[in-house]
Protein backbone atom coordinates (compact mmCIF):
# COMPACT_ATOMS: atom_id res chain seq x y z
CA UNK A 1 0.00 0.00 0.00
CA UNK A 2 1.72 3.14 -0.91
CA UNK A 3 0.62 6.48 0.90
CA UNK A 4 1.00 9.86 0.72
CA UNK A 5 1.64 12.41 3.26
CA UNK A 6 0.79 15.90 1.88
CA UNK A 7 0.67 19.74 3.80
CA UNK A 8 3.24 18.58 6.31
CA UNK A 9 6.35 20.38 7.80
CA UNK A 10 8.98 17.39 7.22
CA UNK A 11 12.83 17.95 8.63
CA UNK A 12 14.28 14.93 6.02
CA UNK A 13 18.13 15.11 7.82
CA UNK A 14 18.65 15.29 3.93
CA UNK A 15 21.50 17.52 3.49
CA UNK A 16 19.72 18.03 -0.27
CA UNK A 17 16.64 18.33 0.69
CA UNK A 18 16.82 19.59 4.28
CA UNK A 19 13.06 20.38 4.11
CA UNK A 20 10.00 18.90 2.21
CA UNK A 21 6.26 19.59 2.90
CA UNK A 22 5.41 16.13 1.37
CA UNK A 23 6.57 12.61 1.48
CA UNK A 24 5.20 9.04 -0.74
CA UNK A 25 6.36 5.93 0.88
CA UNK A 26 5.03 2.38 1.07
CA UNK A 27 6.36 -0.98 2.96
CA UNK A 28 9.71 -1.41 0.84
CA UNK A 29 10.61 2.33 0.61
CA UNK A 30 10.25 6.18 0.20
CA UNK A 31 9.50 7.23 -3.42
CA UNK A 32 9.76 10.79 -2.87
CA UNK A 33 10.43 13.58 -0.63
CA UNK A 34 10.11 16.90 -1.31
CA UNK A 35 7.38 20.04 -2.12
CA UNK A 36 4.37 18.74 -3.19
CA UNK A 37 4.19 21.17 -6.75
CA UNK A 38 7.51 18.36 -8.00
CA UNK A 39 5.68 15.26 -6.86
CA UNK A 40 4.20 12.98 -10.05
CA UNK A 41 0.34 11.84 -8.12
CA UNK A 42 -0.14 10.13 -11.36
CA UNK A 43 2.61 7.48 -10.72
CA UNK A 44 0.20 6.61 -7.56
CA UNK A 45 -3.15 6.31 -7.93
CA UNK A 46 -4.21 3.92 -5.88
CA UNK A 47 -2.31 5.40 -2.86
CA UNK A 48 -3.63 6.65 0.10
CA UNK A 49 -3.64 10.37 0.82
CA UNK A 50 -2.95 12.10 4.02
CA UNK A 51 -3.22 16.08 4.71
CA UNK A 52 -1.26 16.43 8.47
CA UNK A 53 -2.38 19.97 8.09
CA UNK A 54 1.60 21.52 8.83
CA UNK A 55 1.81 18.87 11.38
CA UNK A 56 5.72 18.28 12.09
CA UNK A 57 7.40 14.95 11.02
CA UNK A 58 10.56 13.90 11.19
CA UNK A 59 13.19 10.85 10.53
CA UNK A 60 12.88 8.13 13.10
CA UNK A 61 14.93 8.62 15.90
CA UNK A 62 17.80 6.25 16.69
CA UNK A 63 19.32 5.55 19.80
CA UNK A 64 23.18 4.64 19.45
CA UNK A 65 23.46 3.81 22.98
CA UNK A 66 21.39 2.18 25.11
CA UNK A 67 20.74 -0.75 27.28
CA UNK A 68 17.84 -3.02 27.23
CA UNK A 69 19.53 -5.65 29.35
CA UNK A 70 20.83 -3.45 32.00
CA UNK A 71 16.91 -1.75 32.37
CA UNK A 72 15.04 -5.34 32.10
CA UNK A 73 17.51 -6.81 35.28
CA UNK A 74 16.75 -3.54 36.98
CA UNK A 75 12.80 -3.97 37.53
CA UNK A 76 13.21 -6.15 40.60
CA UNK A 77 15.34 -2.96 42.27
CA UNK A 78 14.10 -1.04 45.43
CA UNK A 79 14.06 2.81 44.93
CA UNK A 80 15.47 4.99 47.57
CA UNK A 81 13.82 8.62 48.21
CA UNK A 82 16.19 11.19 46.90
CA UNK A 83 18.04 12.73 49.85
CA UNK A 84 21.51 13.98 50.51
CA UNK A 85 20.98 12.90 54.35
CA UNK A 86 22.37 9.76 55.20
CA UNK A 87 20.47 9.28 57.79
CA UNK A 88 16.94 9.90 56.21
CA UNK A 89 18.17 7.20 53.81
CA UNK A 90 19.41 4.83 56.48
CA UNK A 91 15.78 5.41 57.99
CA UNK A 92 13.91 4.76 54.94
CA UNK A 93 16.35 0.97 54.71
CA UNK A 94 16.16 0.38 58.14
CA UNK A 95 11.91 0.20 57.93
CA UNK A 96 11.92 -1.45 54.39
CA UNK A 97 14.30 -4.37 55.90
CA UNK A 98 11.27 -4.09 58.65
CA UNK A 99 8.67 -4.42 56.63
CA UNK A 100 9.80 -7.36 54.23
CA UNK A 101 11.45 -10.10 55.63
CA UNK A 102 14.46 -12.08 55.21
CA UNK A 103 12.73 -14.64 54.19
CA UNK A 104 10.84 -13.29 51.63
CA UNK A 105 13.50 -10.74 50.41
CA UNK A 106 16.67 -12.32 51.28
CA UNK A 107 18.55 -10.04 48.75
CA UNK A 108 18.13 -5.94 49.15
CA UNK A 109 19.33 -4.00 46.08
CA UNK A 110 18.44 0.20 46.44
CA UNK A 111 18.83 2.46 44.03
CA UNK A 112 19.94 5.39 43.81
CA UNK A 113 21.91 7.43 46.35
CA UNK A 114 23.35 10.88 45.19
CA UNK A 115 27.04 10.29 44.98
CA UNK A 116 27.74 13.60 46.83
CA UNK A 117 26.49 12.61 49.61
CA UNK A 118 29.71 11.04 50.51
CA UNK A 119 33.47 12.63 50.06
CA UNK A 120 35.94 11.03 47.97
CA UNK A 121 36.37 8.54 50.58
CA UNK A 122 32.92 7.10 50.40
CA UNK A 123 30.60 5.19 53.06
CA UNK A 124 31.66 2.01 54.81
CA UNK A 125 29.95 -1.02 55.65
CA UNK A 126 29.46 0.05 59.05
CA UNK A 127 26.81 2.71 58.40
CA UNK A 128 24.97 0.31 55.92
CA UNK A 129 24.86 -2.66 59.15
CA UNK A 130 23.09 -0.17 61.23
CA UNK A 131 19.92 -0.22 58.98
CA UNK A 132 20.33 -3.69 58.26
CA UNK A 133 23.02 -6.38 59.23
CA UNK A 134 20.82 -9.87 58.91
CA UNK A 135 21.15 -10.18 55.11
CA UNK A 136 23.07 -9.00 51.93
CA UNK A 137 22.10 -5.26 51.42
CA UNK A 138 23.13 -3.19 48.14
CA UNK A 139 22.89 0.28 47.50
CA UNK A 140 23.61 1.99 44.00
CA UNK A 141 24.95 5.29 43.70
CA UNK A 142 23.27 7.71 41.02
CA UNK A 143 26.15 7.29 38.69
CA UNK A 144 25.81 3.84 38.65
CA UNK A 145 29.85 3.24 38.88
CA UNK A 146 29.90 3.15 42.53
CA UNK A 147 27.84 0.72 45.25
CA UNK A 148 28.06 -0.01 49.06
CA UNK A 149 27.59 -2.69 50.45
CA UNK A 150 26.85 -4.09 54.41
CA UNK A 151 29.12 -6.79 56.11
CA UNK A 152 27.09 -9.38 55.17
CA UNK A 153 27.38 -8.80 51.72
CA UNK A 154 31.16 -8.87 51.66
CA UNK A 155 30.71 -12.03 53.69
CA UNK A 156 28.84 -13.87 51.18
CA UNK A 157 30.52 -13.03 48.49
CA UNK A 158 33.56 -13.95 50.51
CA UNK A 159 35.23 -10.57 49.52
CA UNK A 160 37.78 -10.03 52.31
CA UNK A 161 41.81 -8.29 52.72
CA UNK A 162 42.61 -11.13 50.70
CA UNK A 163 40.72 -10.67 48.26
CA UNK A 164 42.39 -9.37 44.39
CA UNK A 165 40.39 -7.18 42.83
CA UNK A 166 38.93 -8.35 39.49
CA UNK A 167 40.44 -5.62 37.30
CA UNK A 168 41.88 -2.15 37.49
CA UNK A 169 38.33 -0.68 37.28
CA UNK A 170 36.58 -2.77 39.46
CA UNK A 171 37.83 -2.74 42.87
CA UNK A 172 36.91 -2.92 46.32
CA UNK A 173 37.68 0.45 48.44
CA UNK A 174 40.01 -0.89 51.32
CA UNK A 175 41.29 0.91 54.45
CA UNK A 176 44.74 1.22 55.44
CA UNK A 177 45.07 -2.98 56.29
CA UNK A 178 43.55 -3.81 53.35
CA UNK A 179 39.86 -4.41 54.58
CA UNK A 180 36.91 -4.14 52.33
CA UNK A 181 35.56 -0.91 53.31
CA UNK A 182 32.22 -1.34 51.61
CA UNK A 183 32.18 0.98 48.79
CA UNK A 184 32.69 -0.74 45.25
CA UNK A 185 34.04 0.61 42.01
CA UNK A 186 32.22 -0.40 39.06
CA UNK A 187 30.14 -3.39 39.81
CA UNK A 188 33.35 -5.52 41.14
CA UNK A 189 30.79 -7.80 43.34
CA UNK A 190 29.58 -9.09 40.42
CA UNK A 191 32.73 -11.31 40.13
CA UNK A 192 31.51 -12.67 43.40
CA UNK A 193 27.94 -12.97 42.87
CA UNK A 194 27.72 -16.66 42.30
CA UNK A 195 28.91 -17.46 45.59
CA UNK A 196 26.20 -15.11 47.40
CA UNK A 197 23.49 -16.53 45.82
CA UNK A 198 24.44 -20.02 45.72
CA UNK A 199 24.76 -19.18 49.66
CA UNK A 200 21.35 -17.57 49.77
CA UNK A 201 20.15 -20.61 47.72
CA UNK A 202 18.22 -17.63 45.80
CA UNK A 203 18.73 -15.75 42.75
CA UNK A 204 17.00 -12.59 41.22
CA UNK A 205 14.50 -12.20 38.89
CA UNK A 206 16.55 -10.91 36.31
CA UNK A 207 15.61 -13.40 33.42
CA UNK A 208 16.04 -11.76 30.18
CA UNK A 209 13.22 -13.06 27.68
CA UNK A 210 11.39 -12.07 25.42
CA UNK A 211 8.08 -11.54 27.59
CA UNK A 212 10.63 -9.05 30.26
CA UNK A 213 12.48 -7.67 27.44
CA UNK A 214 9.04 -6.43 25.84
CA UNK A 215 8.52 -3.46 27.92
CA UNK A 216 11.63 -1.52 27.20
CA UNK A 217 10.78 -1.83 23.14
CA UNK A 218 7.81 -0.87 23.97
CA UNK A 219 8.72 2.64 25.82
CA UNK A 220 11.35 2.51 22.27
CA UNK A 221 8.22 2.06 20.22
CA UNK A 222 6.28 5.33 21.84
CA UNK A 223 9.64 7.19 22.01
CA UNK A 224 9.64 7.18 18.09
CA UNK A 225 12.47 5.57 18.29
CA UNK A 226 13.02 2.99 15.17
CA UNK A 227 16.75 1.79 15.57
CA UNK A 228 18.88 1.02 18.50
CA UNK A 229 22.54 0.40 19.46
CA UNK A 230 22.70 -1.51 22.60
CA UNK A 231 25.96 -0.75 24.72
CA UNK A 232 27.01 -4.39 25.47
CA UNK A 233 24.54 -7.88 25.04
CA UNK A 234 24.50 -8.97 28.46
CA UNK A 235 24.39 -12.94 27.65
CA UNK A 236 23.50 -15.16 24.95
CA UNK A 237 19.89 -15.29 26.59
CA UNK A 238 19.68 -11.74 25.57
CA UNK A 239 20.56 -11.78 21.51
CA UNK A 240 18.62 -14.50 21.53
CA UNK A 241 15.24 -13.26 22.89
CA UNK A 242 15.59 -10.37 20.95
CA UNK A 243 15.94 -12.79 17.74
CA UNK A 244 12.80 -14.65 19.07
CA UNK A 245 10.85 -11.38 18.85
CA UNK A 246 12.03 -11.06 15.12
CA UNK A 247 11.07 -14.14 14.02
CA UNK A 248 7.69 -13.26 15.37
CA UNK A 249 7.22 -10.13 13.89
CA UNK A 250 7.52 -8.45 17.22
CA UNK A 251 10.78 -6.60 16.93
CA UNK A 252 9.55 -3.05 15.93
CA UNK A 253 13.12 -1.53 15.82
CA UNK A 254 16.18 -1.82 14.09
CA UNK A 255 19.08 -3.65 16.69
CA UNK A 256 22.61 -3.45 16.73
CA UNK A 257 24.50 -5.33 18.99
CA UNK A 258 28.29 -4.84 21.28
CA UNK A 259 29.99 -7.23 22.68
CA UNK A 260 32.31 -6.57 25.59
CA UNK A 261 35.86 -7.13 26.00
CA UNK A 262 38.40 -6.19 29.31
CA UNK A 263 41.74 -6.31 27.62
CA UNK A 264 44.20 -7.47 24.33
CA UNK A 265 44.11 -11.14 26.56
CA UNK A 266 40.23 -12.22 26.23
CA UNK A 267 39.54 -10.14 22.98
CA UNK A 268 40.30 -13.25 19.98
CA UNK A 269 37.86 -15.15 22.63
CA UNK A 270 34.99 -12.60 22.37
CA UNK A 271 35.66 -11.85 18.86
CA UNK A 272 34.09 -15.98 18.75
CA UNK A 273 31.69 -14.99 20.92
CA UNK A 274 30.46 -12.17 18.74
CA UNK A 275 30.91 -14.66 15.57
CA UNK A 276 28.74 -16.76 16.93
CA UNK A 277 26.02 -14.32 17.33
CA UNK A 278 26.74 -13.02 13.73
CA UNK A 279 25.94 -16.94 12.66
CA UNK A 280 22.80 -17.72 14.83
CA UNK A 281 20.84 -14.36 15.14
CA UNK A 282 21.44 -11.88 12.63
CA UNK A 283 18.54 -11.02 10.36
CA UNK A 284 17.00 -8.12 8.70
CA UNK A 285 16.50 -6.18 11.93
CA UNK A 286 19.32 -6.96 13.26
CA UNK A 287 23.56 -7.29 13.39
CA UNK A 288 26.10 -7.54 15.45
CA UNK A 289 29.68 -6.08 14.28
CA UNK A 290 31.03 -4.39 17.59
CA UNK A 291 33.39 -4.54 19.90
CA UNK A 292 32.95 -2.96 23.51
CA UNK A 293 35.45 -1.53 25.57
CA UNK A 294 35.54 0.51 28.73
CA UNK A 295 38.91 2.08 29.06
CA UNK A 296 38.48 3.87 32.48
CA UNK A 297 35.50 4.65 34.86
CA UNK A 298 33.70 8.44 35.36
CA UNK A 299 34.67 11.61 36.82
CA UNK A 300 32.02 11.41 39.80
CA UNK A 301 33.97 8.21 40.70
CA UNK A 302 37.31 9.28 41.11
CA UNK A 303 38.37 6.41 38.50
CA UNK A 304 38.55 8.00 35.16
CA UNK A 305 41.58 8.27 33.33
CA UNK A 306 43.03 11.90 33.89
CA UNK A 307 45.45 14.59 32.52
CA UNK A 308 45.85 16.43 35.73
CA UNK A 309 46.13 14.91 39.59
CA UNK A 310 43.03 14.75 41.54
CA UNK A 311 42.65 17.75 43.63
CA UNK A 312 42.88 15.86 47.10
CA UNK A 313 45.36 13.29 46.15
CA UNK A 314 48.81 14.53 44.89
CA UNK A 315 49.72 11.55 42.16
CA UNK A 316 46.39 10.16 41.61
CA UNK A 317 45.28 10.38 37.60
CA UNK A 318 42.82 8.30 38.09
CA UNK A 319 42.35 4.80 36.15
CA UNK A 320 42.78 3.26 32.86
CA UNK A 321 42.05 -0.08 31.57
CA UNK A 322 45.30 -0.12 29.31
CA UNK A 323 47.62 2.33 27.78
CA UNK A 324 48.03 3.30 24.47
CA UNK A 325 50.42 0.35 23.31
CA UNK A 326 47.63 -2.24 24.29
CA UNK A 327 44.78 -0.90 22.39
CA UNK A 328 46.75 -0.29 19.43
CA UNK A 329 46.89 -4.08 19.26
CA UNK A 330 43.00 -4.31 20.14
CA UNK A 331 42.20 -1.91 16.76
CA UNK A 332 44.85 -3.93 14.87
CA UNK A 333 42.78 -7.06 15.80
CA UNK A 334 39.29 -5.46 15.05
CA UNK A 335 40.96 -4.15 11.98
CA UNK A 336 41.78 -7.06 10.06
CA UNK A 337 38.65 -8.64 11.92
CA UNK A 338 36.65 -6.13 9.82
CA UNK A 339 35.06 -5.32 13.25
CA UNK A 340 34.18 -1.66 14.78
CA UNK A 341 35.26 -0.75 18.30
CA UNK A 342 33.12 1.47 20.42
CA UNK A 343 34.91 2.50 23.71
CA UNK A 344 33.38 3.93 27.41
CA UNK A 345 35.90 7.14 28.12
CA UNK A 346 34.78 9.64 30.08
CA UNK A 347 38.18 11.46 31.31
CA UNK A 348 40.71 13.75 28.99
CA UNK A 349 43.52 11.08 29.54
CA UNK A 350 41.37 8.37 28.41
CA UNK A 351 40.59 10.29 25.73
CA UNK A 352 44.39 11.22 24.19
CA UNK A 353 45.12 7.32 24.93
CA UNK A 354 42.20 6.78 22.57
CA UNK A 355 43.39 9.22 19.76
CA UNK A 356 47.06 8.17 20.16
CA UNK A 357 45.76 3.96 19.50
CA UNK A 358 44.09 5.27 16.31
CA UNK A 359 46.18 7.17 14.79
CA UNK A 360 49.24 5.09 15.33
CA UNK A 361 47.01 1.58 14.42
CA UNK A 362 46.35 3.83 11.31
CA UNK A 363 49.65 4.25 10.29
CA UNK A 364 50.60 0.52 11.30
CA UNK A 365 47.72 -0.95 9.09
CA UNK A 366 49.28 1.78 6.00
CA UNK A 367 52.37 0.75 6.57
CA UNK A 368 51.39 -2.99 6.18
CA UNK A 369 48.99 -2.47 3.27
CA UNK A 370 45.68 -3.58 5.26
CA UNK A 371 42.80 -1.08 4.60
CA UNK A 372 41.61 0.61 7.77
CA UNK A 373 37.99 -0.30 7.74
CA UNK A 374 37.39 -0.70 11.68
CA UNK A 375 35.37 2.41 12.84
CA UNK A 376 36.55 3.66 16.15
CA UNK A 377 33.30 5.29 18.33
CA UNK A 378 33.95 7.15 21.53
CA UNK A 379 31.24 7.42 23.90
CA UNK A 380 31.04 9.70 26.67
CA UNK A 381 34.14 11.65 26.22
CA UNK A 382 32.99 13.78 29.27
CA UNK A 383 36.27 16.03 29.61
CA UNK A 384 38.52 16.33 25.98
CA UNK A 385 41.67 18.59 26.33
CA UNK A 386 41.54 21.67 24.05
CA UNK A 387 44.58 20.54 22.55
CA UNK A 388 42.77 17.33 21.14
CA UNK A 389 39.15 19.25 20.32
CA UNK A 390 40.20 18.65 16.36
CA UNK A 391 41.72 14.81 16.41
CA UNK A 392 38.34 12.79 16.05
CA UNK A 393 37.43 14.75 12.40
CA UNK A 394 41.49 14.19 11.26
CA UNK A 395 40.93 10.24 12.66
CA UNK A 396 37.94 9.60 11.19
CA UNK A 397 36.55 8.57 15.24
CA UNK A 398 32.54 8.92 15.99
CA UNK A 399 31.81 10.38 19.48
CA UNK A 400 28.66 9.45 21.06
CA UNK A 401 27.35 11.59 23.74
CA UNK A 402 24.27 11.10 25.56
CA UNK A 403 22.35 13.98 25.38
CA UNK A 404 20.20 14.07 28.69
CA UNK A 405 23.77 14.32 30.94
CA UNK A 406 24.26 17.66 29.46
CA UNK A 407 22.50 19.37 32.51
CA UNK A 408 22.86 19.21 36.18
CA UNK A 409 22.41 15.64 36.02
CA UNK A 410 25.85 14.51 37.75
CA UNK A 411 25.49 17.48 39.92
CA UNK A 412 28.88 18.81 41.03
CA UNK A 413 30.61 15.25 42.35
CA UNK A 414 33.39 15.59 39.92
CA UNK A 415 34.51 18.61 42.09
CA UNK A 416 35.89 16.24 44.53
CA UNK A 417 38.67 15.64 42.19
CA UNK A 418 38.38 18.18 39.68
CA UNK A 419 39.03 21.44 39.81
CA UNK A 420 36.47 24.27 39.22
CA UNK A 421 38.00 25.27 35.94
CA UNK A 422 38.22 21.64 35.04
CA UNK A 423 34.79 21.39 35.58
CA UNK A 424 33.32 23.77 33.92
CA UNK A 425 35.57 22.67 30.34
CA UNK A 426 32.99 19.18 31.25
CA UNK A 427 30.60 18.25 28.21
CA UNK A 428 31.79 20.49 25.54
CA UNK A 429 31.12 19.39 21.74
CA UNK A 430 30.40 22.14 19.75
CA UNK A 431 34.38 22.33 19.01
CA UNK A 432 34.72 18.65 18.24
CA UNK A 433 31.85 19.37 15.53
CA UNK A 434 32.74 22.80 14.60
CA UNK A 435 36.28 21.04 13.20
CA UNK A 436 34.15 18.38 11.24
CA UNK A 437 33.74 15.58 13.51
CA UNK A 438 30.43 13.41 13.14
CA UNK A 439 28.53 13.45 16.32
CA UNK A 440 25.82 10.63 17.16
CA UNK A 441 23.53 11.26 20.15
CA UNK A 442 22.25 8.44 22.54
CA UNK A 443 20.92 8.16 26.10
CA UNK A 444 22.72 5.58 27.99
CA UNK A 445 20.03 4.39 30.43
CA UNK A 446 20.58 1.51 32.19
CA UNK A 447 17.98 1.14 34.45
CA UNK A 448 14.18 1.74 34.60
CA UNK A 449 14.76 4.18 37.25
CA UNK A 450 15.60 6.53 34.18
CA UNK A 451 14.09 4.92 31.57
CA UNK A 452 11.90 7.96 30.56
CA UNK A 453 15.12 9.89 30.04
CA UNK A 454 15.86 8.06 27.19
CA UNK A 455 12.99 9.87 25.37
CA UNK A 456 14.57 11.66 22.26
CA UNK A 457 12.98 15.39 22.94
CA UNK A 458 14.08 15.03 26.82
CA UNK A 459 17.62 14.80 25.75
CA UNK A 460 17.34 17.25 23.16
CA UNK A 461 15.80 19.47 25.65
CA UNK A 462 18.44 19.16 28.02
CA UNK A 463 21.59 19.52 25.47
CA UNK A 464 20.01 22.63 24.16
CA UNK A 465 19.26 24.47 27.63
CA UNK A 466 22.25 22.76 29.91
CA UNK A 467 19.50 22.90 32.44
CA UNK A 468 18.20 19.38 34.05
CA UNK A 469 14.51 19.84 34.47
CA UNK A 470 14.61 16.80 37.40
CA UNK A 471 18.27 17.31 38.88
CA UNK A 472 18.62 21.30 37.75
CA UNK A 473 22.07 22.96 39.38
CA UNK A 474 21.79 25.26 42.23
CA UNK A 475 20.07 27.78 40.75
CA UNK A 476 21.63 30.77 43.47
CA UNK A 477 25.46 29.43 42.55
CA UNK A 478 24.30 28.55 38.71
CA UNK A 479 21.98 31.57 37.06
CA UNK A 480 18.74 29.71 36.04
CA UNK A 481 20.72 26.67 36.89
CA UNK A 482 21.88 26.69 33.61
CA UNK A 483 25.55 24.20 33.49
CA UNK A 484 28.30 26.63 32.93
CA UNK A 485 29.22 27.57 29.82
CA UNK A 486 26.27 28.18 28.14
CA UNK A 487 28.80 28.15 24.71
CA UNK A 488 27.97 24.84 24.92
CA UNK A 489 24.56 24.17 24.66
CA UNK A 490 23.51 22.52 21.04
CA UNK A 491 21.99 24.04 18.52
CA UNK A 492 18.76 21.63 17.50
CA UNK A 493 19.95 21.26 14.00
CA UNK A 494 22.51 19.17 15.24
CA UNK A 495 20.53 17.52 17.79
CA UNK A 496 18.13 16.35 15.70
CA UNK A 497 20.68 15.50 12.95
CA UNK A 498 22.73 13.25 15.73
CA UNK A 499 19.61 11.85 16.82
CA UNK A 500 19.07 10.39 13.15
CA UNK A 501 21.50 10.38 10.32
CA UNK A 502 24.83 11.23 12.56
CA UNK A 503 23.42 7.73 14.19
CA UNK A 504 22.56 6.31 11.27
CA UNK A 505 26.59 6.65 9.97
CA UNK A 506 27.58 5.27 13.78
CA UNK A 507 25.74 1.93 12.74
CA UNK A 508 26.48 1.59 8.91
CA UNK A 509 22.56 2.13 8.20
CA UNK A 510 23.09 5.71 6.57
CA UNK A 511 21.82 3.68 3.14
CA UNK A 512 18.83 2.41 4.93
CA UNK A 513 17.67 4.91 7.57
CA UNK A 514 18.67 8.30 9.16
CA UNK A 515 17.11 10.78 6.50
CA UNK A 516 13.64 11.01 4.76
CA UNK A 517 15.86 10.38 1.66
CA UNK A 518 14.02 8.69 -1.46
CA UNK A 519 15.07 4.86 -1.32
CA UNK A 520 15.45 4.25 2.26
CA UNK A 521 12.81 2.85 4.37
CA UNK A 522 9.97 4.78 5.33
CA UNK A 523 10.62 5.47 9.51
CA UNK A 524 9.66 8.22 10.62
CA UNK A 525 7.66 9.85 13.49
CA UNK A 526 4.69 12.73 13.69
CA UNK A 527 4.87 15.16 16.86
CA UNK A 528 2.26 17.47 18.23
CA UNK A 529 4.75 20.01 17.99
CA UNK A 530 7.36 21.89 16.03
CA UNK A 531 10.75 21.65 17.82
CA UNK A 532 11.87 24.79 16.09
CA UNK A 533 8.54 26.64 17.07
CA UNK A 534 8.79 26.45 20.58
CA UNK A 535 10.84 27.76 23.56
CA UNK A 536 13.99 25.11 24.10
CA UNK A 537 12.82 24.39 27.54
CA UNK A 538 9.81 23.15 26.35
CA UNK A 539 11.02 20.77 24.03
CA UNK A 540 10.50 17.94 26.20
CA UNK A 541 7.15 18.01 26.76
CA UNK A 542 6.37 17.36 22.73
CA UNK A 543 4.68 14.19 22.43
CA UNK A 544 5.23 11.86 19.34
CA UNK A 545 1.80 10.98 17.73
CA UNK A 546 2.25 8.56 15.30
CA UNK A 547 5.36 6.47 14.67
CA UNK A 548 6.01 4.68 11.26
CA UNK A 549 8.02 1.86 10.60
CA UNK A 550 8.78 0.11 7.54
CA UNK A 551 5.98 2.01 6.12
CA UNK A 552 3.32 0.72 8.23
CA UNK A 553 2.08 2.83 11.33
CA UNK A 554 2.75 1.22 14.99
CA UNK A 555 1.75 3.77 16.94
CA UNK A 556 -1.14 6.27 16.32
CA UNK A 557 -2.82 6.87 13.27
CA UNK A 558 -2.27 8.66 10.25
Known amino acids: MTTIIKNANIYTSDGACPK ?80 HPKSEYPFLYFEYYPTSMFDEKGPTKELLDSAISDRPVLCQDFGEHLCWVNSKMLELLGVDKDTPDPGPLETFIRDEDGNPTGWVREMAWIKFADHMFRALNWYPPEELTADSLSGFFDFLRDSGITAM ?111 DLHIHMVGDRAFRVGCDAVEEAQKIAAQKGEPWVCQPVFAHCEVVDPADMDRPARLGIYINWSCHWSGGYFGEEAMNYYSDEKWRRMYQFNPIADSG ?105 IKIKTVIFEGKVIKGSL
Open 437 to 541: ALLAFSSDVVTGYELHRAYPFFGIQVAATRVDPEFPLNPNKYPSSIRPPESAKLSLPLLLKGYTIGSAIQCHWQDKMGSLTPGKLANMVIADQNPFDIPAERIGD
Open 229 to 339: ADGFIENEDQIKAIYEMDRAGKLQVYYDGMVRFWNYSDLPEKIATLREYQKLYTSKHIKVNTMKLFLDGTNESGNSASLHEHIHDAGNFGEIMMETDELVQCFLLCNREGL
Open 20 to 99: ADCIIFDESQIHFTGHIKDADMQRFPDAQIYDLGGKCLLPGFIDSHVHPGWVTKSLWHIRLPWTEDPQELLAFIRTYGQD
